[in-house]
C-alpha cells in the first residue's frame, strides 16, 4: 500500500528531473547559437557592415545553430545595451526559445522560455600605417621600383579580394611588422615582415577608421593673392577655385575647404603650415611637384586631430600625388576614402608620423614610416584584429 500509494510521487519526481534536465540541455544549446551569433555579427561589425548586415549574419548563424524564429526572437545591439563592454567594437545577441513542457503541463499550459546572451568584442592585436580600402582592385596598395618602405611598428593591410590585393612590384622592399590583404599577396621576396612568420592572405577586412568624421563646413571665403614675391601667408576658410601654391607659403592653423580647383603645389614652392587640415571637394586633387619643399603638420587636439588631407566621401575615383624634395615632411593622416594616393619620394612625417587610408595607394621612394604618433594627435589605424567572446 505504501508502494502504491508513493508510486505517483516517485513518478513525477522523476519527470521533473527529466524535463529540467531537457531545459537543461536546451538553455545550453542556444547559447551556442547566441555564442556563434555574437561572433558573427562581431566579424561583420569589425568589416565596418552596417547595422542590418550586422544583425543578416547574427541570424543566420543562430539559425545554423538551431535557433528558430518560429519559437522565439532575437535582439541584436552594436554596442551592447547592457553589460561592461558597451563599445562600438562589440555586438551584443539575445535570444529567447520555447520549450514545450511534459510533466509540468499539469500545473500550466504555457510554454517554458528559454534565454541566452552573448557579447562578442573585436580587440586590435596590432595597427596598420598603410590601410587601402577598396574591396575589389588589383594592386590596391602597391610599393614600387626601387624603392624601400620601411615600417616601424605597424602593418600594411589590404581590404582588396584580388590575388594580388598587395604588390611590392619589380625590385621593391617593403619592411614591416605584417601584410595582410583580404585576397592575395604577390612578389614576397621583396618582404621582411618581424610581426609574423609570413604574409597573411583571405584575412577578413578592417573598417575605414575615420568613417565618422564629420565634412568640415565652408568658412571664410578666401583667395590667393597674386603678384605676391615675398612669404604669402594664407589663413583657413574656403578657397572655391583650388589653391595653387607657388613661392613661399605659410598656411595658418585651421581648415582648408578646397573646391573648384586642385590644391597644387608647384616647382621650386616652398609651403608650410601646421595645425592644418586640407579637405578636397568631390572634384579637386592634390598635385605635387618633385622639386617643391612641403612641411605640413595636422592639428593636435580637436575634431580634426592628426587629420592633414581629407578627400570627399562623394568622389568617384581620381588620384592625388604627394611629392617633393629630401626636406619634405607630411605630419598627419592622408585619408581619401574614395581615391587612390600615389606617395613618392624620400620622406614622411616627423618621427615617420605618415599614416595613410585611402581607396589604393601607391608608394615610390624610400622613406620610414612608424606607428606610435598619439602625440602628434594621430590616433591608431586598426589592422590585425581578433574577435573574442567576452560576456
Not at 531537457?22 to 562581431?42: T, V, W
Not at 580634426?304 to 588631407?309: E, Q, T
Request: aromatic share 8%.
Amino acid at each position: 500500500m505504501v508502494f502504491a500509494l508513493s508510486m505517483p510521487l516517485l513518478m513525477g519526481g522523476a519527470g521533473l528531473v527529466a524535463e529540467t534536465s531537457f531545459d537543461y540541455f536546451q538553455k545550453n544549446h542556444l547559447q551556442a547559437a547566441a555564442d556563434a551569433a555574437a561572433y558573427a555579427g562581431a566579424l561583420e561589425d569589425r568589416a565596418g557592415s552596417s547595422a542590418a548586415t550586422i544583425a543578416a549574419a547574427a541570424n543566420a548563424q543562430a539559425t545554423s545553430n538551431g535557433w528558430s524564429s518560429s519559437s522565439g526572437t532575437i535582439t541584436v545591439n552594436s554596442p551592447p545595451a547592457s553589460g561592461a563592454n558597451l563599445t562600438p567594437n562589440a555586438v551584443e545577441v539575445l535570444l529567447t526559445m520555447n520549450a514545450p513542457r511534459f510533466f509540468s503541463a499539469v500545473f500550466s499550459s504555457q510554454p517554458i522560455t528559454v534565454s541566452a546572451r552573448a557579447v562578442a568584442i573585436a580587440q586590435t592585436a596590432a595597427n596598420a600605417c598603410i590601410l587601402a580600402l577598396d574591396k575589389t582592385a588589383p594592386a590596391a596598395v602597391q610599393v614600387q621600383g626601387n624603392s624601400t618602405l620601411n615600417l616601424t611598428g605597424c602593418d600594411v593591410m589590404s581590404n582588396s579580394v584580388a590575388s594580388n590585393a598587395v604588390d611590392v612590384w619589380g625590385s621593391a622592399k617593403l619592411m614591416a611588422d605584417c601584410v595582410m590583404s583580404a585576397g592575395g599577396i604577390t612578389n614576397k621576396s621583396g618582404l621582411t615582415l618581424t610581426g609574423c612568420f609570413a604574409g597573411i592572405t583571405q584575412a577578413p577586412r578592417v573598417a575605414d577608421p575615420f568613417a565618422g568624421l564629420p565634412t568640415p563646413s565652408p568658412g571664410q571665403n578666401r583667395s590667393i593673392p597674386n603678384g605676391n614675391k615675398g612669404t604669402t601667408t594664407l589663413q583657413p576658410g574656403s578657397y572655391s577655385n583650388g589653391m595653387s601654391l607657388s613661392g613661399t607659403v605659410v598656411l595658418s592653423p585651421g581648415t582648408y575647404y578646397v573646391s573648384g580647383g586642385n590644391f597644387s603645389v608647384n616647382a621650386n614652392a616652398n609651403v608650410s603650415g601646421s595645425g592644418v587640415t586640407i579637405y578636397l571637394v568631390a572634384g579637386s586633387q592634390v598635385t605635387m611637384r618633385g622639386n617643391a619643399s612641403v612641411s605640413l603638420a595636422a592639428p593636435t587636439s580637436g575634431t580634426y586631430s592628426g587629420i592633414l588631407f581629407f578627400g570627399d566621401r562623394a568622389a568617384a575615383g581620381g588620384s592625388n600625388t604627394f611629392n617633393g624634395d629630401a626636406a619634405s615632411s607630411f605630419t598627419g593622416d592622408i585619408y581619401f576614402p574614395t581615391q587612390q594616393v600615389s606617395y613618392l619620394g624620400n620622406f614622411s612625417g616627423t618621427n615617420g608620423c605618415t599614416q595613410i587610408v585611402a581607396d589604393q595607394v601607391q608608394w615610390s621612394g624610400n622613406a620610414t614610416v612608424a606607428v606610435n604618433c598619439s602625440s602628434y594627435g594621430m590616433a591608431a589605424i586598426p589592422g590585425r584584429q581578433a574577435v573574442t567572446l567576452v560576456e
